[in-house]
């Protein structure tokens, strides 16, 4: 099992960036497929971006690509999503979560979620 708690959400105007983070706990970070997904009020929860385990692979849904870049860093079992140049749709809870791999873009597939941290981008 492993422990997923997301931090780093806030209220940020249009155009500007936010650095989500996701810490794990519990068993081996670095096995496990990693992924951010979001879910904006009255909509289903929706992919961001999905890593694998090596982190050298990964899926960005079209919507972030070019502004979103996600990162883990196994040394001290955390995964970032950096955000740069947020719109008013970008608001949403974000959610990380874990599975064994491989990676995949539908959220029924991860295992381990953590709590979700808001996000906030005013226009």
């Known amino acids: 099992q492993v422990q997923l708690v997301e931090s780093g959400g806030g209220l940020v105007q249009a155009g500007g960036s936010l650095r989500l983070s996701c810490a794990a706990s519990?068993?081996?970070?670095?096995?496990?497929?990693m992924a951010w997904f979001r879910q904006a009020p009255g909509r289903e929860r929706e992919l961001v971006v999905a890593?694998?385990?090596?982190?050298?692979?990964?899926n960005y849904a079209d919507a972030v690509k070019g502004r979103f870049t996600i990162s883990r860093d196994t040394a001290k079992d955390t995964m970032y999503l950096h955000m740069n140049n947020l719109k008013p749709e970008d608001t949403a809870v974000y959610y990380c979560?874990?599975?064994?791999?491989?990676?995949?873009?539908?959220?029924?597939?991860?295992?381990?979620w953590g709590q979700g941290t808001q996000v906030t981008v005013s226009s």
């Open positions: 979560a874990a599975r064994s791999p491989p990676y995949s873009s539908g959220s029924q597939q991860y295992n381990f």
């Open positions: 519990g068993r081996t970070f670095a096995i496990y497929a």
């Open positions: 890593v694998n385990a090596g982190g050298d692979a990964t």
